[in-house]
């Protein structure tokens, strides 16, 4: 009982935070900027951006520096909200960590088979470098696939990896890497809750987890019926694949066409109505920001709270950077509101 | 004392109005402008008038104008300025401009020069102890190098590159890193592109620079002081330009707020087949005085309709209020407005506040103190901070002559009570500590049966009965805190038997049932149906039901004798406040004779400011806590009528 009370801090320390992030009135004032410079000093005056932006000279400032210095004000947030009551030193709250080496090896992967030399260093976010186990600039050296199981050796994710197939021009099936990462990324995190919290604490995380896990599986399954014609075991072969988990989303995979599986989310998951295609993305991650939002305020445990947050903290990037995208190709405000995460 | 009542209404009118039509809605002062809907997209043929607002440009170059010269700005009469358009105002700016347009090219350029200067000497600092000359190492045949600054978290990456260069850190902060890089110069393309994509920020020396850094520096100020000799010279003669354009500049930015601000209104008007659409709220007492206001339109058509005509808008609340009560005003604020529907506590709180304040803080002089400090702050910083001090102060004298304490002196008002024949005052603090206990109990359970009968005649204003019949502050929470309290009251103070199985069996039993089972009961009241819990999709079963309700009862119970208990603090303030002042009466008696009054007057002030302080949070607290959660749903708009703002923000 003591160790569930012991993380409160951590969890109040979240939703004051949390009370900082950008609201929809935030969103709608950003939209009506007409440039990088205006949306930098809109943000650098806001109490969640204020400090990351403090020393940025908004003439001069380039973009994508604005939006990896955005991403790095979310990381350090979560690093020190995991060191704060030292949470970091179980295991289940590196999630984000693992989250960003299985991010940066499939940089590489695709780097590696696209043969743009460079491109993985140039894109590597620096601020990851000192807290991750992986040593991400040493990897940057591989050019080719087997160099990188040589460099991954003695890691977990060189076990994962190491069967996948490849071809005779020394590429390998990207889809399939991201499928047996995302796979072990999510049976660690469960593995680690199991192991790590007491019982009502690691269901909450586990429940949570598998709702994410549906969710990518919806998407993907829907993406692959309606751009590729994949048929159902084709689909079933690409899906995050965890014991227990997704089983009700058989008859899902099993469906013939694509109305048939926006009909089948209607009825199951969305509450908003989802018509056509280009609602159905942005109506299913609304419904997840309203579930991440409910944990948030609903729930007393710490990994609950901080995995939702660092979700959030995602959708709130994302958002501002589709609306610099928005504003710098002169898309119609009332479009890019549409299209943001916003409840 | 109430909630003021709302009309909705709708303006629609051709759209060759609308700027004239906004104009009056902005003069009235009592329009709540609401979004035509609520969606940014379209809805039924209806669009948002989402323009780019053309006033915005001619702001900021005003704005611009005003900074170059060195003009404050500040409202302006701006009646009698005649341009209007964005177009009339551009025009206007251009001639500002062209007045002083070479003058002030000429100081930029100095400016920029100087900044330049700045610059090269604080890259020449980081340079320092290099005795090679700069034009040479920026003039090499086979080498480029660059100066600027690096991001800190992208140094680490740069022993990895494959690539042909070296890179010379200067100072690194928490962000960038100033420092120089050295590369081939037939490779520098692919460099400078590998540096862009890691975010640096290149700086470029001015071409003067040369020689050493010794030599360079020396250069470097004696071009410094003639540049800024020159810009000095060049603001002198902007100075008197900006004498003789101050008026026309002030006026017509004035006025381009006004109309900006009129402007970003559209954003909340729709659009429909040449016509414009508004809605809003204005308060019922000023519909004439707004319909006046409209009357001189020719297509523009008003339509009045109840304030809960459009379900997706939310009536504003405005709180009436008398001028006893309307100090009191921001404490209802802080808390929370309540809703249109609701009830408003300020006269409430005001009576309450006071009267409280009067018996925690009550001393005759100390509270005459705080009525002349009222009158100040009133005055001079905060209108309504000012009134609630003199309303408390005017209470604490009330209380204080009842205690027969002035300023710490606990004997002096006692001949006038011998001389009126009241045997019965002043109130010997000390002496009669267990009537202040009690007396301020009672007071707790006065206050706390008030809360519930205005929750029981909130809860039937809106048709809840959960909340008015069978909730812990309905008639049933109201029924079975005063059986209880009576029954206590009666049993231990007055020996009265009145605690029997009838009076329990009705009194407390029933109630507790009552709120025990308010859900099912209000739903069947309401909707003639039998269900465990509110919300329809929700099983409940009644093993949940049971466990889930035992604890809340728990809860309720817990919270009546909490709530009724923290009510002692009043009595404890009233000890609290008379042992203090004895304390200072005591350290006055030890004192000389000189250094008497000295401590008299720190020791009041002392305890004026301390005392004063803690009592008026601590009755906040109980206002907010055991009173206003009763009853108050403090989720009402705040009633915001349309006008323009004066903003002052030049870059």
């Known amino acids: ?124 976010p620096g601020y990851v470098i000192n807290h991750t186990k992986l040593d991400l600039l040493e990897l940057s050296s591989a050019d080719d696939f087997n160099k990188l199981m040589k460099l991954l050796r003695g890691t977990p994710y060189h076990k994962t990896l190491v069967r996948a197939a490849l071809s005779d021009d020394g ?127 609903r729930s007393f445990n710490a990994p609950v709270v901080l995995y939702a947050f660092t979700q959030l903290c995602g959708y709130e990037t994302s958002n501002i950077i589709h609306i610099i995208e928005g504003i710098r190709y002169g898309v119609d405000p009332s479009y890019i509101e549409n299209n943001i995460l916003i409840c | 004392m109430g909630i003021e009542k709302m009309e909705l ?140 600054r690096l991001p800190t978290d992208n140094l680490e990456k740069l022993d990895y590159y494959d690539e042909n260069f070296f890179f010379v850190p200067f100072e690194t902060e928490s962000l960038y890193c100033w420092g120089m890089y050295f590369c081939p110069e037939n490779e520098k393309a692919i460099i400078d592109d590998l540096f862009r994509s890691m975010y640096f920020e290149r700086i470029t020396l001015p071409g003067f620079v040369e020689g050493d850094s010794d030599k360079a520096l020396k250069k470097l100020k004696q071009d410094l002081e003639q540049q800024q000799a020159e810009s000095d010279e060049c603001s002198r003669q902007m100075e008197l330009i900006s004498q003789q354009v101050k008026d026309e500049i002030l006026k017509a930015y004035s006025k381009l707020c006004y109309l900006h601000g009129t402007f970003e209104l559209r954003k909340k008007v729709g659009f429909m087949s040449g016509k414009f659409y508004i809605k809003g709220f204005v308060p019922k007492k000023d519909k004439k005085h707004f319909s006046e206001l409209m009357q001189g339109f020719e297509s523009v058509v008003v339509s009045y309709m109840p304030p809960d005509a459009d379900a997706n808008c939310t009536p504003p609340t405005i709180l009436k209020n008398s001028w006893f009560t309307r100090p009191f005003n921001m404490l209802v604020e802080m808390y929370g407005l309540p809703n249109y529907g609701g009830f408003n506590p300020t006269a409430f709180v005001a009576v309450t506040y006071t009267v409280l304040f009067g018996i925690m803080f009550g001393d005759l002089g100390q509270g005459f103190l705080v009525v002349l400090l009222g009158l100040l702050v009133g005055k001079k910083l905060n209108k309504n901070a000012g009134g609630m001090m003199v309303r408390c102060g005017l209470s604490s004298m009330v209380f204080g002559t009842l205690y027969g304490s002035v300023f710490g002196f606990e004997e002096l008002l006692d001949p006038m009570y011998e001389q009126l024949g009241v045997d019965f005052l002043p109130l010997k603090v000390f002496k009669q500590t267990n009537f202040i206990l009690v007396t301020a109990v009672g007071i707790g359970v006065a206050l706390i049966i008030m809360s519930m009968l205005i929750n029981i005649y909130v809860g039937f204003k809106q048709k809840d009965y ?88 728990f809860e309720f119970l817990l919270s009546y004798i909490s709530n009724t208990m923290s009510f002692l603090r009043v009595g404890g303030f009233v000890l609290s406040h008379a042992g203090m002042m004895l304390v200072v009466m005591t350290l006055m008696d030890g004192a000389s004779a000189a250094a008497q009054p000295v401590v008299l007057v720190i020791g009041n002030a002392f305890v004026m400011a301390m005392e004063g302080m803690i009592v008026a949070i601590q009755i906040i607290r109980l206002e907010f806590y055991e009173i206003f959660s009763r009853f108050s749903e403090s989720d009402g708009v705040p009633f915001e009528p349309v006008g323009t703002k004066f903003s002052a923000t030049p870059e």
């Open chain 1, 171 to 297: 590429t390998v099936d990207y889809t399939e890497c991201e499928r047996r990462l995302r796979t072990q990324y999510y049976t660690n995190i469960i593995k680690n809750a199991e192991e790590a919290f007491p019982d009502s604490q690691s269901d909450e995380v586990v429940r949570m987890v598998k709702q994410d896990i549906d969710f990518l599986n919806q998407i993907n399954a829907y993406r692959m019926k309606a751009y590729f014609g994949f048929s159902a075991e084709q689909i079933k072969k690409h899906q995050i694949k965890i014991s227990n988990i997704g089983k009700k989303l058989d008859s899902y995979y099993e469906l013939d066409t694509p109305e048939q599986m926006l009909e089948w989310l209607n009825k199951n998951e969305a509450q908003a109505d989802l018509t056509d295609v280009s609602t159905l993305e942005v109506g299913m991650q609304r419904e997840k920001f309203r579930r991440l939002e409910h944990q948030i305020y």
């Open chain 2, 9 to 148: 209404v709708t303006l629609v009118g051709q759209m060759s109005e609308l700027d004239l039509c906004l104009d009056k809605c902005c003069e009235s002062g009592c329009f709540h402008i609401e979004p035509a809907f609520s969606s940014v997209g379209t809805a039924n043929g209806l669009t948002m008038l989402n323009e780019k607002n053309g006033y915005s440009a001619q702001l900021k170059e005003f704005e611009r104008l005003a900074s170059e010269l060195g003009i404050e700005l500040e409202q302006t009469d701006h009646s009698g300025y005649a341009p209007r358009t964005p177009e009339e105002f551009a025009q206007r700016a251009k001639e500002i401009g062209q007045s002083f347009e070479e003058i002030s090219q000429r100081r930029k350029q100095a400016q920029q020069k100087i900044s330049e200067v700045n610059g090269a000497i604080t890259q020449i600092d980081h340079l320092k102890g290099m005795n090679s000359d700069f034009k040479e190492i920026f003039s090499c045949k086979y080498v480029a190098a660059r100066i600027g």
């Open chain 1, 1 to 124: 009982m003591l160790d569930g009370l012991s993380s409160n801090a951590t969890v109040s320390k979240i939703r004051a935070i949390h009370g900082r992030m950008l609201t929809k009135d935030n969103y709608h004032e950003m939209l009506t900027k007409r440039s990088v410079q205006e949306i930098t000093e809109y943000l650098a005056a806001t109490p969640r951006f204020a400090s990351v932006l403090a020393d940025i000279d908004p003439n001069t400032v380039h973009r994508g520096f604005l939006e990896t210095l955005l991403e790095k004000e979310n990381f350090d947030t979560y690093i020190r909200l995991c060191q704060f009551q030292q949470l970091d030193k179980i295991p289940f709250f590196d999630f984000l960590i693992e989250k960003t080496e299985i991010d940066c090896i499939l940089m590489l992967i695709n780097s590696i088979n696209t043969g743009v030399d460079r491109s993985y260093l140039n894109d590597l």
């Open chain 2, 466 to 553: 959960e909340k008015a019949i069978f909730g812990c502050n309905g008639i049933a929470g109201l029924i079975f805190y005063s059986s209880v309290a009576a029954g206590l009251v009666g049993t231990i103070m007055f020996d009265m038997k009145i605690m029997s199985l009838p009076f329990v069996l009705c009194l407390i039993v029933i109630p507790l049932v009552c709120i025990f089972c308010r859900v099912p009961f209000s739903i069947a009241v309401k909707y003639k149906k039998f269900r465990l819990s509110a919300d329809e999709d929700e099983k409940m079963t009644v093993g949940g039901f049971i466990v889930e309700n035992f604890f809340e009862m």
